[in-house]
């Protein structure tokens, strides 16, 4: 066990915790509630249960070893230490693993609790196998009551009481599995205090009835025993009145007496002085009553009726007998003496034998057993040992056993009755078939008990799969994916109200968030676009001149390289033409620099026309000169196409002068046309279109210049660009 954790401040408050609700227990168990029959309720129990709900096991134990001292007070037994004790433990070790109480307690019980009980019931005790199987019930159903009243306290008890001194986890459960346990606590409790109720309403309403039945009958008996002795006192002093008259032979008169009164057991008749002058049964004399006794001195002084105490007599002198005398008159009318009579008291219990289901003992003064019922375990003329249970209290009877102090169960309910002549009588009636009316009706309540709860166990889980069910459906729509698309699934129409505001709360939201994700969504995508076009305006003012539209010279110088490698790839020959236009400068100088601009754009687009091929590109090299690279072209069709190109620009009107007429003008063009493996630097391939244009220039203007079987151009391509130059001349336009 674990006492280090009551180290620390935090565990000094977990033992004052235990330790105030163990005393709590203690005080409530030292009164256990009598209910009916042998059943008591401990709802002290419940403490500990309760402290199982927080606290760990050192402090459950602490807990529940102060509550069952106060048991074992009111109860003596330390069996109770094993049995609630191993339920503290095992509900504390439940709860650990997520159980809920009543159910932990309901499985201790029916698991260990219970056969435990029995079978220490079975080995220590003296007790009836239906007595012992009452009691295991008893045991049971007094743990599932305090097992619920300790759930109710958890319940209602704020967590807050034992915050920070929590050992045991907090459960997070689904709501089905709260409603369940819900109900079912509410049941249980509702049912068991029902059946407490009713059962020991019940209980209290029978032996009220018995007690009254009880109380009538020992009136009655009582009365009996009273007319019994009255009756014989009235013959003897009846026979006093006539015994003068028949004094011839009075021996046969008393006779005669004895034969109509036979509990007699012998009749006599004294002189006034008590000495004995005839006697039913001479040959033993009839005990004197006179002399040393006062009592019946004083009777026989005043001429009154007498009885003696009861003593040892009749046959074999071991019966209970009394003497019985009444004065007797002379014939003059004066005293005689008494006429006595010994009276046999042992079968006045057959005054009660007509009715079975109770018995009777009757006790004299001293409390000695003149007569008692056939089959009790009591000596006549010896005091009797009663151990009352219970004293009588207002309606009911006392409880009653003749054989041992201690055993659990009374024998008998019992009511005494006084007599006149200080007699006690005891009424019993058997104990065992009334507790077993109580039992049955214990066992059938239980049994309904179980089946309520079974019942409601069954009906919460449907109900609460009622109440659930479209919460789940939401939680599962609302997780869904394409939820913003798609309204809410509908609800059962019999769902509940909140349920179904909360589904028009969340559909309402879910529309908000709908209309809204798509005007982002809008906004994104136009945002988009904006930035698509701008990053297109950016692409080309990054790749284009601004002027004429053509690739301006870092795209040029981007793209050489991938150009290249397109013929690398097809094996072809690729050409670079540097075009520029002759005598722009005059043009410029003759008409201005708007002219020359429109020029150049009329140029450029002129180019970008007659070279019109995907992967051609035509890029401004700078001012009035152009680039032109012609992948997969050969030199052949270049020179084919290039004067295609310069006549067609010869040809063309690039812009209007001022006076209205078409500005003509021409281009020169060199050219590089190899296989594209000659070179992999761009400079190289510009240079030696520069040095050709320089050529064509040079020659004349408005022609085409070709540069050829260059082999090394890294080492000296100037070189060998001059000697190859193939001029190609054309019309020269004017400027
Ligand atoms: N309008 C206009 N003129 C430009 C532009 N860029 C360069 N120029 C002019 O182009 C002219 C080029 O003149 P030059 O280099 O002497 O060449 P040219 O007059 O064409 O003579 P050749 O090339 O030898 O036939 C210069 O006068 C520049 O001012 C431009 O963007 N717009």
């Given at each position: 066990?674990t006492?280090?954790?009551?180290?620390?401040?935090?565990?000094?408050?977990?033992?004052?915790?235990?330790?105030?609700?163990?005393?709590?227990?203690?005080?409530?168990?030292?009164?256990?509630?009598?209910?009916?029959?042998?059943?008591?309720?401990?709802?002290?129990?419940?403490?500990?249960?309760?402290?199982?709900?927080?606290?760990?096991?050192?402090?459950?134990?602490?807990?529940?070893?102060?509550?069952?001292?106060?048991?074992?007070?009111?109860?003596?037994?330390?069996?109770?230490?094993?049995?609630f004790?191993?339920?503290?433990?095992?509900?504390?070790?439940?709860?650990?693993?997520?159980?809920?109480?009543?159910?932990?307690?309901?499985?201790?019980?029916?698991?260990?609790?219970?056969?435990?009980?029995?079978?220490?019931?079975?080995?220590?005790?003296?007790?009836?196998?239906?007595?012992?199987?009452?009691?295991?019930l008893?045991?049971?159903?007094?743990?599932?009551?305090?097992?619920?009243?300790?759930?109710?306290?958890?319940?209602?008890?704020?967590?807050?009481?034992?915050?920070?001194?929590?050992?045991?986890?907090?459960?997070?459960?689904?709501?089905r599995?709260?409603?369940?346990?819900?109900?079912?606590?509410?049941?249980?409790?509702?049912?068991?205090?029902?059946?407490?109720?009713?059962t020991?309403?019940?209980?209290?309403?029978?032996?009220?009835?018995?007690?009254?039945?009880?109380?009538?009958?020992?009136?009655?008996?009582?009365?009996?025993?009273?007319?019994?002795?009255?009756?014989?006192?009235?013959?003897?002093?009846i026979?006093?009145?006539?015994?003068p008259?028949?004094?011839v032979?009075?021996?046969?008169?008393?006779?005669?007496?004895?034969?109509?009164?036979?509990?007699?057991?012998?009749?006599?008749?004294?002189?006034?002085?008590?000495?004995?002058?005839?006697?039913?049964?001479?040959?033993?004399?009839?005990?004197s009553?006179?002399?040393?006794?006062?009592?019946?001195?004083?009777?026989?002084?005043?001429?009154?009726?007498?009885?003696?105490?009861?003593?040892?007599?009749?046959?074999?002198?071991l019966?209970?007998?009394?003497?019985?005398?009444?004065?007797?008159?002379?014939?003059?009318?004066?005293?005689?003496?008494?006429?006595?009579?010994?009276?046999?008291?042992?079968?006045?219990?057959?005054?009660?034998?007509?009715?079975?289901?109770?018995?009777?003992?009757?006790?004299?003064?001293?409390?000695?057993?003149?007569?008692?019922?056939?089959?009790?375990?009591?000596?006549?003329?010896?005091?009797?040992?009663?151990?009352i249970?219970?004293?009588?209290?207002?309606?009911?009877?006392?409880?009653?056993?003749?054989?041992?102090?201690?055993?659990?169960?009374?024998?008998?309910?019992?009511?005494?009755?006084?007599?006149?002549?200080?007699?006690?009588?005891?009424?019993?009636?058997?104990?065992?078939?009334?507790?077993?009316?109580?039992?049955?009706?214990f066992?059938?309540?239980?049994?309904?008990?179980?089946?309520?709860?079974?019942?409601?166990?069954?009906?919460?889980?449907?109900?609460?799969?009622?109440?659930?069910?479209?919460?789940?459906?939401?939680?599962?729509?609302?997780?869904?994916?394409?939820?913003?698309?798609?309204?809410?699934?509908?609800?059962?129409?019999?769902?509940?109200?909140?349920?179904?505001?909360?589904?028009?709360?969340?559909?309402?939201?879910?529309?908000?968030?709908?209309?809204?994700?798509?005007?982002?969504?809008?906004?994104?995508?136009?945002?988009?676009?904006?930035?698509?076009?701008?990053?297109?305006?950016?692409?080309?003012?990054?790749?284009?001149?601004?002027?004429?539209?053509?690739?301006?010279?870092?795209?040029?110088?981007?793209q050489?390289?991938?150009?290249?490698?397109l013929?690398?790839?097809?094996?072809?020959?690729?050409?670079?033409?540097?075009?520029?236009?002759?005598?722009f400068?005059?043009?410029?100088?003759?008409?201005?620099?708007?002219?020359?601009?429109?020029c150049?754009?009329?140029?450029?687009?002129?180019?970008?026309?007659?070279?019109?091929?995907?992967?051609?590109?035509?890029?401004?090299?700078?001012?009035?000169?152009?680039?032109?690279?012609?992948?997969?072209?050969?030199?052949?069709?270049?020179?084919?196409?290039?004067?295609?190109?310069?006549?067609?620009?010869?040809?063309?009107?690039?812009?209007?002068?001022?006076?209205?007429?078409?500005?003509?003008?021409?281009?020169?063009?060199?050219?590089?046309?190899?296989?594209?493996?000659?070179?992999?630097?761009?400079?190289?391939?510009?240079?030696?279109?520069?040095?050709?244009?320089?050529?064509?220039?040079?020659?004349?203007?408005?022609?085409?210049?070709?540069?050829?079987?260059?082999?090394?151009?890294?080492?000296?391509?100037?070189?060998?660009?001059?000697?190859?130059?193939?001029?190609?001349?054309?019309?020269?336009?004017?400027?």
């Amino acid at each position: 066990m674990t006492w280090k954790r009551f180290g620390g401040p935090r565990g000094r408050r977990r033992l004052m915790m235990a330790t105030g609700l163990g005393l709590v227990g203690l005080l409530v168990n030292l009164f256990p509630i009598p209910l009916f029959s042998n059943i008591q309720l401990v709802l002290g129990n419940a403490l500990f249960i309760f402290c199982a709900s927080r606290l760990g096991y050192a402090a459950v134990a602490w807990c529940a070893l102060l509550t069952l001292t106060g048991l074992y007070i009111s109860w003596g037994h330390p069996i109770i230490y094993l049995t609630f004790g191993l339920e503290a433990l095992f509900v504390t070790a439940m709860r650990r693993r997520g159980w809920y109480l009543l159910y932990a307690d309901l499985l201790y019980w029916v698991l260990i609790g219970m056969p435990l009980t029995a079978l220490l019931f079975a080995t220590l005790f003296d007790l009836q196998r239906e007595y012992i199987a009452f009691t295991v019930l008893k045991q049971g159903f007094n743990g599932m009551l305090y097992s619920a009243a300790a759930s109710v306290a958890v319940l209602m008890v704020p967590k807050v009481w034992s915050k920070g001194l929590r050992q045991q986890p907090v459960l997070v459960r689904e709501f089905r599995h709260k409603l369940s346990h819900a109900l079912v606590l509410l049941t249980t409790l509702m049912l068991m205090v029902s059946l407490l109720v009713y059962t020991s309403h019940l209980m209290r309403a029978q032996q009220t009835l018995l007690f009254s039945q009880m109380k009538d009958n020992s009136a009655q008996l009582a009365g009996q025993f009273d007319d019994f002795l009255q009756r014989h006192m009235d013959a003897l002093t009846i026979a006093g009145h006539w015994l003068p008259d028949v004094r011839v032979d009075q021996r046969t008169s008393l006779l005669q007496l004895q034969r109509q009164y036979p509990d007699f057991l012998r009749l006599g008749v004294t002189d006034d002085r008590g000495v004995i002058l005839v006697d039913t049964d001479p040959g033993a004399p009839l005990r004197s009553q006179s002399a040393e006794n006062a009592a019946y001195q004083s009777a026989v002084r005043h001429a009154r009726p007498y009885q003696s105490a009861v003593y040892a007599g009749g046959v074999g002198g071991l019966e209970p007998v009394l003497v019985m005398a009444a004065p007797w008159y002379q014939s003059d009318g004066n005293l005689g003496g008494m006429v006595e009579a010994t009276l046999a008291l042992s079968q006045l219990h057959q005054f009660n034998d007509l009715d079975k289901t109770q018995k009777m003992v009757l006790m004299d003064q001293r409390g000695r057993v003149i007569s008692a019922s056939n089959g009790l375990p009591l000596t006549l003329l010896q005091p009797a040992k009663l151990y009352i249970r219970k004293p009588e209290t207002g309606e009911h009877a006392a409880e009653l056993s003749l054989t041992q102090p201690e055993i659990p169960l009374p024998e008998y309910f019992s009511k005494s009755y006084t007599m006149n002549n200080d007699w006690q009588l005891q009424l019993l009636v058997p104990y065992r078939p009334a507790a077993e009316r109580a039992e049955q009706q214990f066992v059938l309540g239980l049994g309904m008990l179980l089946l309520a709860l079974v019942l409601t166990s069954a009906l919460t889980r449907y109900l609460s799969s009622y109440l659930t069910k479209p919460l789940e459906n939401l939680a599962r729509a609302i997780a869904q994916p394409e939820l913003g698309e798609r309204p809410l699934p509908g609800l059962p129409s019999g769902s509940a109200r909140e349920i179904l505001v909360l589904r028009e709360e969340l559909e309402t939201q879910r529309q908000a968030i709908h209309a809204h994700h798509e005007e982002l969504e809008c906004k994104v995508a136009r945002r988009t676009e904006e930035l698509a076009q701008a990053n297109a305006r950016l692409e080309q003012l990054a790749m284009r001149d601004g002027l004429t539209g053509a690739f301006n010279r870092r795209y040029f110088e981007q793209q050489f390289e991938t150009l290249r490698q397109l013929c690398l790839r097809a094996g072809q020959p690729m050409t670079l033409a540097i075009l520029d236009i002759d005598h722009f400068k005059s043009i410029n100088d003759l008409h201005g620099h708007l002219v020359g601009d429109q020029c150049l754009r009329a140029f450029a687009n002129t180019v970008a026309e007659q070279f019109g091929r995907r992967n051609d590109l035509l890029a401004r090299y700078g001012g009035e000169e152009f680039v032109l690279l012609l992948p997969l072209l050969d030199r052949e069709n270049a020179q084919q196409q290039l004067n295609a190109l310069r006549q067609r620009i010869a040809c063309t009107p690039m812009a209007q002068t001022d006076t209205e007429r078409a500005l003509m003008l021409t281009a020169s063009i060199g050219v590089i046309s190899v296989d594209s493996q000659w070179s992999d630097c761009a400079q190289t391939w510009l240079d030696a279109a520069d040095k050709a244009l320089y050529r064509a220039k040079s020659n004349g203007r408005n022609q085409v210049c070709f540069h050829a079987n260059l082999q090394e151009p890294n080492k000296n391509p100037a070189v060998s660009l001059e000697n190859t130059a193939t001029p190609t001349t054309g019309t020269k336009g004017s400027g």
